[in-house]
């Protein structure tokens, strides 16, 4: 998994309440298991007109926000079903941040283990924020996770808090096998000893 240490991109406004997974990615595109190609499904319903062609008026179409790495968006970003797809195709799109005042609970966990950083702020931080976003191509943050801070275009700075073990998790790009095996070593130790103390096991 790619380490997220500190990001600088175009922020997308998407200051829609209760964004499920079925938004993020419809359940058409989930007949494959595969975390790629994803990237063209991504607001599928809401990026595309019935014929297929682009829908101007969506976010994600436009000149200024086509090359977004983050997305500011408003409560309960991620709710809805548990499908992993929509991790997958966030990444695959290039977002590698989200920033909300809340989200569900399993999409937020899905986050961590594909490498994106969702961030919880207040409703007053997140109000400064999406009218940072809102400035088109001008419309730029920076993520710093190390530090724990967010900058926008003007300098301005907003901390947010994190736990501690997910963030040392994206700092070193770790998924869950890679996270398992920094502890091989305790593994191993454990499995001689309780070969030793049981061994009809």
């Known amino acids: 998994m790619e380490k997220f240490e500190k990001l600088t991109g175009v922020a997308a406004p998407l200051p829609v309440v209760n964004v499920d997974t079925d938004m993020i990615i419809p359940k058409d595109y989930l007949k ?3 975390r790629t190609g994803l ?3 991504l607001f599928a319903e809401a990026r595309y007109r019935e014929d297929g062609s682009e829908n101007p008026d969506f976010v994600l179409n436009k000149p200024a926000y086509r090359e977004a790495k983050i997305i500011v968006a408003g409560d309960n970003f991620g709710c809805g079903s548990s499908r992993e797809h929509a991790p997958w ?4 799109f290039g977002i590698r941040c989200v920033i909300s005042t809340s989200f569900a609970d399993i999409f937020y ?3 961590f283990k594909n490498g994106i950083l969702p961030i919880v702020v207040s409703s007053e ?6 009218d940072d976003a ?3 191509s001008n419309a730029i943050l920076t993520v710093d996770l190390e530090a724990q801070e967010i900058t926008g275009p003007d ?6 808090d994190i736990d501690a073990g997910r963030r040392q998790i994206l700092l070193e790009g770790l998924d869950d096998i890679a996270s398992t095996l920094k502890s091989d070593a305790a593994i191993a130790s454990f499995e001689t000893k309780n070969r030793s103390d049981r061994p009809w096991l």
């Open 109 to 111: 966990n899905n986050c």
């Open 155 to 160: 300098g301005g700075r907003l901390h947010f």
């Open 32 to 34: 494959t298991i595969k």
């Open 89 to 92: 195709a966030l990444l695959d």
């Open 39 to 41: 990237g063209k499904g």
């Open 134 to 136: 809102e400035r088109g």
């Open 125 to 130: 931080d997140l109000e400064k924020l999406m």
